[in-house]
């Protein structure tokens, strides 16, 4: 190995935010101070005497800017597992036979007891507990649910190291960090993390210090990104790496991106990319339509209004609308500074680009009366057009694809909600003004 005898090794310690790659089916769903140092929490003690089989348990969940501690059936009947703590190291490198592994230990079993109240303490059965929170109402309404569907496995609480590694100018570089305060949802494993909760690098926990497992939207989302693999094979299976995933949208994010700096100067743009956007507004649209409308963002930084399907702006003001400007940007392979959230929406960001989409299919959807299960049907309905049409999309340029695919959901919502011609002109002009199909029907 030509390499190793050359190798000098640095170890740089955890810095807000890389990027991973190769990291085939991994999503990472919130991505603020994803970094840092994991606050790990005890397994908790449960006197299983006391439990009963058919009783309310009572979790905390962050319903908006408050907490609330509401009493509901706890159902595990949705996963293959329920998994607390467990480690999992995701291994990246691009360094001849060392490539990209993950090592995994599963934790602890979850087991619900009936009747706990698991709201009194932080533990990791209390967070396994509020998790489920997210999922209550699948519980009792399965046929909101694309028909063989499988089960997927829950992780709450693994620790997850990151290691990448590239060799530069002869020399081995080498990053670690731990991630934290985030959510994924793995294809190739057909599983949900959660990860700890953790203090970024200026020692803060983000997200007003709300763990993701009490965010029930969360849940939900990644769930979301379950069925969206299960209904999208031709995505999920030709992409045989991820996209870059910035982990972090921190401006002090600048001292890790110099680590980088001269490696690749360019985004790589592909359909998988439109793809990851349609995913992340798809999940999006159905966490929120199967979480109780009381229970969204609120006070979770600018996923407030961001990530608010019902939001006609992202937080920093800016209209969520497909401009051909914001197309360019997204479709660039230029990569753009990244900015605060607060300050600017990030167009090269696939979150944004499908909470674009998915404002656009919810505006749509409430010029109907269709009960959630009809939207949620239309939605699938749609998506599976979507897994057919995959390849010939692939032969699109990226632009033509983009407009197909967007243009292919307003369809196929329309066939359900009945727009006026001319009502829908006006609908895709406001919405998608770069969808070059309608320029006509603009005057
Ligand atoms: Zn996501």
């Known amino acids: 190995m030509r390499i190793l005898g050359l190798l000098s090794l640095f170890i740089l310690t955890a810095s807000c935010g890389f990027e991973v790659e190769k990291t085939s089916g991994l999503d990472v769903t919130y991505v603020e101070s994803s970094s840092g140092t994991p606050i790990n929490l005890k397994m908790g003690v449960i006197d299983r005497s006391s439990c009963e089989q058919e009783a309310k348990s009572r979790v905390k969940i962050f319903a908006g800017s408050r907490y609330r501690t509401p009493r509901f059936l706890l159902d595990d009947s949705l996963f293959s597992s329920i998994y607390m703590g467990g480690s999992q190291k995701l291994f990246d490198s691009n360094i001849g036979l060392r490539s ?102 200026r020692g803060e926990i983000p997200f007003s210090k709300v763990p993701m497992w009490e965010i029930p939207f969360i849940g939900a989302h990644e769930y979301a990104h379950h069925i969206f693999s299960h209904l999208v094979p031709n995505y999920i299976n030709d992409r045989t790496r991820q996209k870059v995933t910035k982990l972090c949208f921190d401006n002090n994010s600048a001292h890790s991106n110099e680590f980088y700096k001269n490696e690749k100067g360019k985004r790589k743009v592909e359909l998988s990319s439109i793809f990851t956007a349609l995913n992340e507004g798809f999940a999006d649209l159905f966490a929120r339509y199967i979480t109780d409308s009381k229970v969204g963002l609120q006070g979770i930084s600018c996923f407030e209004k961001s990530r608010d399907v019902e939001s006609d702006t992202f937080f920093n003001g800016t209209k969520k609308i497909l401009h051909s400007q914001v197309v360019n940007v997204f479709l660039s392979t230029d990569k753009k500074r ?25 505006s749509l959807f409430e010029k109907s009366n269709l009960e959630k299960k009809e939207k949620l049907d239309t939605l699938y309905r749609f998506l599976k057009k979507l897994n057919l049409d995959y390849f010939k999309l692939k032969t699109m340029n990226l632009n033509d694809a983009l407009e197909s695919i967007v243009y292919m959901g307003i369809e196929e919502i329309d066939l359900s909600v009945n727009l006026k011609h001319s009502d829908k002109c006006a609908f895709v002009s406001m919405h998608y003004p770069a969808l070059h199909r309608y320029y006509s029907c603009k005057k």
């Open 338 to 362: 990244r900015v605060n959230c607060l300050q600017q929406a990030d167009f090269q960001d696939p979150h944004l680009i499908g909470a674009i989409i998915a404002n656009t299919f919810y």
């Open 100 to 201: 990209s592994r993950t090592f995994n230990t599963n934790g602890t079993l979850f087991s619900p007891c009936g009747g706990m109240d698991y709201s009194l303490e932080d533990t990791l059965n209390s967070a396994a507990a509020s998790s489920l929170y997210s999922f209550k109402n699948l519980f009792k309404q399965r046929d909101l649910l694309p028909m063989g569907l499988p089960l997927v496995s829950l992780k709450v609480g693994v620790s997850v190291k990151m290691v990448k590694e590239v060799s530069k100018s002869g020399k081995l570089l080498r990053q670690e960090s731990f991630m934290v305060n985030n959510a994924f949802y793995r294809a190739t494993k057909k599983e949900i993390v959660f990860l700890p909760q953790g203090k970024n690098v």
